[in-house]
Every structure is written in C-alpha cells, then in structure tokens.
C-alpha cells in the first residue's frame, strides 16, 4: 500500500475483554515496530519484527500483551484482559530495513479501557 | 539501559522567534539518531544523523549531532504557527534494530 495502515482507527473496550489491533506496513518494508502512546507521553517501544527474524519482545509490558507477523507482512498486536492502563495510542511504523533509521508511521490505533 | 532525553518538555513562543530543542541520549553501540514532527497522529520524519558536526538542514529547520557528549539539537528559525506540534528524537543502536524514543517537546507557536 502507499502508507502504513492501521485498523481499527478507534476502539473503546470494557477492562477484562481482549482486544486485537492491526497493521499492515508499506510494501516491501522487513521491518515493523509497535509502539504505545499515552496521553502526552512519548513512544514506548512495544515489539520489533525484522524479516525471518525472532521478533524483540523486550518492550511487552506484561504476558496480556503479545504480537505476530504473519507472512513477513500484516501484524497483529493482541491485548488480553485489557486494563484502563492499557488506555493508549497504539503506533505501527514499518521501515525498507531495521538499519535504514527512517520509520514510516501509521494514523494510530487508540484504545480506550473503561 | 539506553535512554533518551529531550528538553525542554514543552516551549511556548510567538511568531517569528528561533527555538532550539535538545535531545540527550545514554544508548549502547549508537547507531543514528532520528528528530521527528507529530502534529496529530502519525510522526513524520524530519532528519537523521550519524555523524558528528555535520549539519542537517531543510528550509528553516535544522540539526546537528555531538557523538562526543551524546547530544543532538533541533534548531527552528523564523517560527511559524505551523510549526506547533510535539517533536520526537529517537536513537537507535548497532546492537538492535530498534529505536528509544524520548519524551518529546511540545512547541506552541503564537501568532
């Protein structure tokens, strides 16, 4: 596609329910990073996929929160038993390769956790 | 543990003036560091640097990299409204290809 696409754009949830966010990079692009937002905050680095790779999960906050590439192309970050903590902007940004610096970001998924 | 620091957090400046931002940076193996613009959603990228000394410039923006004191700066000159927006550093390392975000500075431009 032209840019980085993120799905749903909106998505209000009760605490306790799971909840799957999407992203479908730029085409071509190796790698793909996810990344949280809270409410004047910077970015939290979340997880890093790079081509075949063993994705960097280092950023994960809990065992609630787990993410997949399928096909080297589409992820999906998935948030079980959501908590209001979890109330955020979630960002996929891909990028041509993890050495190339740029990243080119999406509009944003953001998640409200009543 | 890399680490990223921006300051100030937040700038409030009338048309016109010149402001310079600030992006410290504690990180293993540096790599590149990256300044970015977030006006609503989605960052865009506004420069990359990789070595020290070397300045980056486009139109009125501007940025330069210390390696030796682990120090970046964005410099905006002539300010307009349009430049009001949160502005992003990031550095990545050799050791992974992942890039550590600071806080941001949130710059409001008055008319």
């Known amino acids: 596609g032209a840019g980085v696409s993120q799905s749903p754009s909106n998505k209000v949830t009760e605490k306790g329910k799971d909840v799957e966010l999407r992203c479908d990079p730029i085409?071509?692009?190796?790698?793909l990073y996810w990344y949280r937002q809270s409410l004047g905050q910077g970015l939290e680095f979340l997880i890093y996929f790079q081509g075949n790779s063993a994705p960097d999960k280092s950023g994960l906050p809990s065992d609630r929160f787990s993410a997949e590439r399928t096909g080297g192309s589409v992820s999906t970050l998935t948030i079980q038993r959501t908590q209001q903590e979890d109330s955020a902007v979630y960002l996929c940004?891909?990028?041509?390769?993890?050495?190339?610096?740029?990243?080119?970001f999406g509009e944003g998924s953001r998640l409200t956790v009543l | 543990e890399d680490k990223v620091v921006q300051s100030p957090l937040s700038l409030v400046v009338h048309e016109g003036d010149t402001v310079t931002l600030n992006c410290s940076y504690e990180?293993?193996?540096?790599?590149?560091l990256l300044w970015y613009k977030q006006e609503k959603k989605a960052p865009t990228f506004l420069f990359m640097l990789t070595s020290s000394g070397i300045e980056k410039k486009s139109g009125r923006l501007s940025s330069i990299l210390d390696k030796k004191e682990l120090f970046s700066i964005l410099n905006i000159t002539a300010t307009q409204t349009g430049d009001s927006a949160v502005y992003l550093c990031?550095?990545?390392?050799?050791?992974?290809?992942?890039?550590?975000f600071g806080q941001g500075t949130t710059l409001q431009v008055k008319p």
């Open positions: 990031a550095v990545g390392s050799s050791n992974t290809g992942k890039l550590i």
């Open positions: 940004a891909s990028s041509q390769s993890s050495w190339t610096g740029e990243l080119f």
């Open positions: 085409s071509g692009h190796t790698a």
């Open positions: 990180v293993t193996n540096f790599r590149s």
